[in-house]
């Protein structure tokens, strides 16, 4: 059975930094490419970054980019998201997820299979 657990979120402040991982059972993040999606209240989901399976490259958000990693760690078959410089406009419920996309799709939520909980980040101004 495929599990996916994100743990991490929390209330900050603006410019403050948080570190958001996600556990992965039943499934190897070697073989998954694994996303962060969020979903701030009456938005629609959206995504904020991935890591390739088949290039091992990470992938951003233009919302993101240059304030969050994401990172792979397979020896802990997890993933990290390292959120800096974080913005009111951060806040959401941020999802973990695994799938398979090919590299056009990777930034939808619907070419991946597996999701987690969700974890919330609330920034305050």
């Known amino acids: 059975q495929v599990q996916l657990v994100e743990t991490g979120g929390g209330l900050v402040q603006a410019g403050d930094s948080l570190t958001l991982s996600c556990v992965a059972t039943?499934?190897?993040?070697?073989?998954?490419?694994l996303g962060w999606f969020r979903q701030a209240p009456g938005q629609a989901r959206e995504f904020v970054a991935a890591?390739?399976?088949?290039?091992?490259?990470?992938y951003y958000a233009d919302s993101v980019k240059g304030r969050f990693t994401v990172s792979r760690d397979r020896a802990k078959n997890t993933i990290t998201l390292q959120a800096n410089s974080l913005k009111p406009e951060d806040t959401a419920v941020y999802y973990c997820?695994?799938?398979?996309?090919?590299?056009?799709?990777?930034?939808?939520?619907?070419?991946?299979?597996?999701w987690g909980q969700g974890t919330r980040i609330t920034v305050s101004s």
């Open positions: 890591f390739n399976r088949n290039n091992g490259r990470p």
């Open positions: 039943g499934l190897s993040v070697s073989d998954f490419t």
């Open positions: 997820a695994a799938g398979r996309p090919i590299l056009s799709s990777l930034r939808y939520d619907t070419s991946y299979g597996y």
